[in-house]
């Protein structure tokens, strides 16, 4: 505790400069939360067309409670009230500008660190980012600062109920001794109660076996992860072991875009447009029955133009890709592919390709996390992704009759 004794009239005053920043920061964070809600309170007058309460012929929509979003900014936590429509769709740029801001010099840094830059090189950097040099000391205990905060993120309690999860393995290289060798990172994106996705893990695998993947759901689960209903992910090895053992009453959804790659792999090139056709044909049907019905028919067809091993793939394998149909119609297509996690990937690919080889695993977890951190704070995770009313009206026992 810091104290400063100032001397008045004969007196001694003790002074605690600690209680005094604590109690200057409270009034700041406070400030900020206030001005946060304030303004979202105007957005949503502007788009009822009225303010609440107010009685007029130009209001467009009325006020349906809030809900509450936690907001990381430069005075610290703040809770926002965020507002909710009853016809119109609430979408407020505020929760990105602000977030973004800090994750994004969060992440520059962490990738400059692991690139190799060196310390004088992100001196230059960093001048030309905040307008003023720091020492090499200064970059040395932001970077272990920003390790800090990235480890913090990953391991923060999961709440509520996250009805659709995604995941999926990224490979990177891996540098050590002369030697190069792969390296996975496991992601996890999940959609909550709201709609909302979010990024829900990030955990370095030795490899995408069966104890990786136990693993990681075990991290999930842990952390609070629970109301799984939909598990949507590639065919991996030892993923649906560790997902029975920890979410056994999760579905489990074969990515189509997947399946279709595999099954291609036995096709001659001359045959490949033909045959996805077929393959389409199948889930386009109204229903599961219909489905398997068409499959049954797509197998024959293969047969008889001697693509047995296709028929065989698509025999053995499309009843896996068919899970979603037993959701809300209206989340089909965003529930039988990868998709959400794959464009990801894809972003996180582009943003390490300069790193090139990582030093070890623990390198190429931070800066995927980094870039993860960063993106779910952006119009990403800020925008609703899925009406989840959709699925609170429907039949539980249709969900239910997907397990298995």
């Known amino acids: 505790m810091s104290e400063r004794k100032i001397e008045a009239k004969g007196q001694i005053i003790q002074i605690d400069e600690g209680q005094i920043r604590g109690h200057l920061d ?14 979202l309170d105007a957005e949503a007058d502007a788009l009822c067309g009225a303010r609440r309460y107010e009685r007029r012929n130009e ?8 809900y509450e979003r936690q907001l990381e900014t430069k005075a610290g936590e703040v809770t ?30 962490v990738e400059m660190y692991l690139a190799g830059v060196s ?36 391991q923060r309690p999961i ?26 990172v496991l992601v996890a994106i999940g959609v909550d109660e709201d709609g909302y996705r979010e990024v829900l893990g990030v955990v370095e695998g030795s490899k995408e076996d069966a104890a990786s993947w136990l693993a990681f759901f075990r991290h999930l689960k842990s952390r609070g992860l629970g109301g799984v209903k939909l598990i949507v992910s590639d065919k991996c090895l030892g993923l649906l072991e560790g997902m029975g053992e920890v979410f056994p009453e999760a579905a ?25 056709a077929m393959l389409k044909a199948i889930h386009a049907q109204e229903d599961r029955t219909a489905a398997e019905e068409k499959a049954l028919r797509v197998g024959e067809k293969l047969r008889e133009m001697k693509l ?28 039988r592919t990868n998709n959400p996690l794959e464009r990801l990937n894809r972003e996180i690919r582009r943003r390490t390709r300069v790193v090139g ?32 009313d959709r699925l609170k009206a429907f039949p539980e026992e249709e969900t239910d009759n997907a397990v298995g």
């Open 308 to 335: 047995r091993e296709a028929a065989a793939m698509i025999t053995d394998g499309v009843g896996e890709t068919l899970c979603y149909m037993a959701f809300p119609r209206e989340h089909w297509r965003s529930l």
């Open 119 to 154: 310390v004088r090189r992100v001196e230059d950097i960093t001048e030309a980012l905040w307008g003023s040099r720091v020492s090499p000391s200064t970059v040395s205990e932001l970077n272990q600062k920003i390790y800090v905060k990235i480890e913090e993120w990953r």
């Open 26 to 39: 409270e009034v700041v964070r406070s400030t900020v939360e206030s001005t946060l809600n304030a303004l």
């Open 80 to 109: 926002l009230a965020v507002p909710k429509l009853r016809t119109l769709k609430f979408e407020t740029a505020i929760i990105e500008r602000y977030r973004r801001k800090e994750s994004s010099v969060e992440e520059a840094l």
């Open 59 to 66: 209001r467009r929509d009325t006020r349906a409670g809030h």
């Open 159 to 184: 709440s509520g109920a996250y009805a659709y999860v995604f995941v999926d393995g990224i490979w990177m290289k891996r540098a050590w001794g002369g030697e190069v060798s792969n390296v996975s």
């Open 357 to 388: 080889a990582f030093p070890d695993g623990r390198s190429a977890l931070m800066l995927v996390a980094a870039r993860l951190r960063h993106i779910a704070a952006t119009a990403w995770g800020t925008k609703r992704y899925l009406d989840m």
């Open 252 to 276: 489990w959804q074969r990515c189509v875009v997947h399946f279709y790659r595999n099954v291609m792999t036995v096709v001659p090139k001359g045959r490949v447009k033909e045959v996805m």
